[in-house]
């Protein structure tokens, strides 16, 4: 272990930086076949991939980087809780699932939405 363990927080941090690396790159994607369909094929896949690249200059650019963390954990933090809305619902149409299960989905699709609505960067 001695040998092992000082290069180990290496490899934590290369897997960290290229796991948000491959969210990015697949957000990028996503964004720019959205507004190609959003605007029913008017803007083109590469021009749509230059309109949200500059939007995400311009968001880095004039917000302060903690905020845009803190408003992305949010948002997250809402699309959970409505991931467990729509376990629920799925859950009592079909009949699947304990209704512990389904407790659960409450409880922690709850505790998503106060993180949503009362959550604060870690800086303070």
Avoid: H, K
């Avoid at 004039?62 to 729509?86: G, H, I, W």
């Avoid at 512990?100 to 870690?122: E, K, N, T, Y």
């Amino acid at each position: 272990m001695e040998l092992i363990a000082p290069a180990l927080g290496l490899f934590v941090l290369i897997g960290a930086v290229a796991s948000q690396l491959s969210a990015a790159v697949a957000d990028s994607i996503g964004s720019g076949g959205l507004i190609n369909e959003v605007s029913r094929r008017t803007i083109s896949v590469p021009l749509a991939f230059l309109l949200a690249g500059g939007l995400a200059i311009v968001i880095v650019w004039l917000t302060d980087p903690f905020e845009v963390v803190a408003l992305s954990s949010r948002a997250f933090a809402l699309f959970y809780a409505l991931q467990c809305v729509l376990a629920l619902i799925v859950s009592i149409r079909t009949g699947a699932g304990t209704t512990a299960q389904r407790l659960g989905f409450v409880a922690i699709g709850l505790v998503c939405l106060i993180a949503a609505a009362v959550g604060a960067p870690a800086e303070g």
